[in-house]
Structures are given as C-alpha cells and as structure tokens.
C-alpha cells in the first residue's frame, strides 16, 4: 500500500514539474508574476515556474507590429474638417513596462495619435497638409516615441494612410487641377509655335543670306570674268601693236638691205597717204614730196593714155 502510495507521489509530482516546464520561442518574452508580484521575464530557451505560486501573466511579442487606425476628423488652420486615418509601426522593448506600464497599450497609442494629429493639422492650412506628409509623419512619430517610452514601446514610423477632405473641397481641387492642366497645355502650345515661328523665321533668314552670299559669289565671278577679258583684249591689242611695229620694223629694215630707190620710197609714203585718206579725218595735210609724185603719176597716166 505504502508503495502505491509513493507512486502516485511521484507520479503527480512528474506530472507538476512537466506541466510548469515552459519554452519560450523566439521573438517572445513572458512576464513572470510570483504571489500577484512581477518576478521576472523570461526570454527564449526552456523556464521552468513554481507551481501554484508563479503565473504566466503575460506573453509579449517583440517583433515589430503594425496597427492600422480607424479615420481620425480634424480640422485645419482655415477651418476644413478632413478624414485622415495613420498607421504606426512600433515594437516592444521592455515587456515589464508594456505589461505595467498601461492597461490598454493599443488604446492608448490610438487616443495619443489621434489628440497629436489635430494638435499638427490644427496649425497647417489645408494645401500645406496635402503637401506636407512627411513634415507630419515625422512630428507625430517623435510625440508618440516620448511619449510612449515609459510603457516600453518604440514607435520606429508613422505614416498618413489616407486624407479625404470633404466632397465639395475635392471637387474644387479637381477644377483646379484641370484648369492648371489646361493652362500647361496652352503654355506648351504657344511654346510650341513660338519655336516654331522662330525656326521658320531662321529658315527664311538662312535663306536670305545664302541667296545674298550667291549673288555676291555671282558678281565677283561676272566681274572677275569681265576683268579677264579685258585683260586679254588688252593682252591682244598689244600684242597685234606689237606684231604690226614688228612688221614695220623688218619692212624699213627690208628697203634698207634692198638699197631702195628715192622713187620707191616716196611711192611708199604714197600708199601710206592714201591708207591715212581712208579714214574719219576732216583735214590732210599733203607733203611736198607727195604732191610731186602726184605730178609724176599724171604724166604717167597721161603718157599712156596717148599711146
């Protein structure tokens, strides 16, 4: 009997210590109560708590969580009444204090962002919270992170989820917006033919100065042509002057050589009166010597007109 006994003994007490073992998994703390008081917090590995006189009050994640509020309204420094919902990201840090620190953690981060957001928004006009989010996330993650340090949370980032202002305040934003992008479309298009008259513009001043430049080429090719020719005609006047002293030169060189007679000369200076008579000339003065040969040349005519 004594030994049956001491089994049961033994087997309740295995069952006790078996069932008081606890493995804490990663990313997870418990917070140890001994007798209603916080004794300890266990971190990741096996524990093993006094039966009946320690407690499991409560188990803590410490990865970071994400918690999505419901819309929050809030009035802007010009009197417009918006819908912004946040999201924060905090984690846990300190499982005693998260524990003790406030009896709803998440509750109270919610009424702490919402009172921190109308606190900002009150102070900002309507356009400059539309452009100013990441002024406002920054702000509202600050206060929250002091604030909520003496409950053990770290708030790493607040974000606006949404900002829905009212129905006729969009409305009057999506005229805007239209209207500045119908003012864009005509501001690009007068750039447009702007450039475009300035290219045309340039084109017809090419133009102009290639149809100058052409002109300009042509005159100097004509002039220099013209002088060319004159050149050349001045080249073969001379040259015709020349040739015609030349044969002057050999002809009185030839009656030179050929001893000519005083007769034959003076007919020469005959032929060369008559050549000079040829001409334009009002007056002719006759020589002497001509006017003799003349004389000559009637009796000759006359001598042998009677024969």
């Not at 001491?6 to 069952?15: D, E």
């Not at 524990?99 to 957001?117: Q, R």
């Not at 002091?146 to 708030?155: C, F």
Request: proline fraction near 4%.
């Amino acid at each position: 009997m004594l030994y049956v006994v001491l089994g049961l003994i033994i087997v309740v007490l295995l069952i006790l210590v078996f069932a008081n073992i606890r493995i804490v998994p990663q990313s997870k703390a418990f917070v140890i109560e001994r007798l209603g008081a916080y004794q300890t917090t266990w971190d990741t590995g096996l524990h093993v708590k006094i039966p009946f006189i320690e407690r499991v009050a409560k188990v803590v994640s410490l990865k970071e969580q994400v918690v999505d509020f419901p819309p929050q309204p809030v009035i802007t420094k010009d009197n417009v009444t918006m819908q912004i919902d946040t999201v924060v990201f905090f984690q846990i840090t300190d499982p005693k204090l998260y524990c003790y620190g406030v009896e709803n953690p998440l509750s109270a981060i919610e009424n702490l962002s919402a009172t921190t957001l109308r606190n900002i928004i009150g102070e900002l006009e309507l356009d400059s919270t539309l452009t100013s989010r990441d002024t406002i996330n920054a702000k509202i993650r600050v206060i929250l992170d002091e604030a909520t340090d003496p409950w053990g949370i770290k708030v790493n980032r607040v974000e606006l989820k949404n900002i829905i202002p009212p129905r006729e305040i969009q409305d009057a934003m999506e005229k805007q917006m239209k209207a500045e992008r119908q003012r864009r479309e005509a501001i690009l298009r007068a750039e447009g033919e702007k450039q475009s008259r300035i290219l045309v513009a340039e084109g017809h001043k090419e133009s102009k100065i290639l149809e100058a430049e052409a002109e300009k080429q042509s005159a100097i090719l004509a002039a220099e042509a013209v002088k060319e020719a004159k050149i050349r005609e001045s080249e073969g006047e001379a040259q015709a002057i020349a040739a015609v002293q030349q044969a002057t030169a050999d002809a009185i060189k030839m009656l030179n050589e050929a001893d000519a007679s005083e007769a034959v000369l003076k007919l020469k200076a005959l032929e060369a009166f008559a050549k000079a008579a040829d001409g334009q000339a009002t007056k002719i003065i006759i020589p002497s010597e001509i006017q003799s040969i003349a004389g000559l040349a009637e009796g000759i005519i006359e001598t042998t007109k009677n024969k």
